[in-house]
């Protein structure tokens, strides 16, 4: 077992999780045409990426990485085929989680993100 010591640098994590997350996104649209499959795991690693810099800001750690499973199989086997369907299903929660990694310096204390954090983490994306 080897011990890894690093330090956060949390305004290039945030800046280049945002970036990361809004590129997957766009991507997602720009291949719906061309290849359903892959724009739809884009889809799906956008929450990743972001919930993985959530958790990486609030624990220090990522102990997560099965992120979103539920979701990739959700997406992959729903037969509504319009990009419109599944903008609707998930605009909203992936606006909610870009806009927490963005104001985060804006809640002062780690406590208040956390609380913030596990309200948005525990709810259904429907």
């Known amino acids: 077992?080897?011990?890894?010591?690093?330090t956060l640098s949390q305004p290039p994590l945030l800046r280049a999780n945002i970036e990361d997350a809004s590129h997957t996104w766009n991507k997602t649209r720009r291949l719906w045409d061309t290849d359903r499959y892959k724009a739809?795991?884009?889809?799906?690693?956008?929450?990743?990426?972001?919930?993985?810099?959530?958790?990486?800001l609030?624990?220090?750690?990522?102990?997560?990485?099965?992120?979103?499973?539920?979701?990739?199989?959700d997406v992959l086997t729903n037969t509504?085929?319009?990009y419109d369907h599944y903008e609707k299903k998930y605009i909203d929660a992936m606006k909610a989680k870009m806009k927490l990694l963005k104001h985060y310096n804006d809640f002062g204390k780690k406590q208040k993100l956390t609380t913030l954090v596990h309200h948005l983490w525990h709810q259904d994306i429907d």
């Open 80 to 82: 509504n085929e319009t």
């Open 1 to 6: 077992d080897m011990d890894f010591h690093y």
């Open 40 to 56: 739809k795991k884009n889809l799906v690693h956008t929450f990743r990426t972001l919930d993985y810099a959530i958790e990486l």
């Open 58 to 73: 609030t624990t220090n750690t990522i102990k997560d990485f099965s992120s979103h499973n539920d979701m990739i199989n």
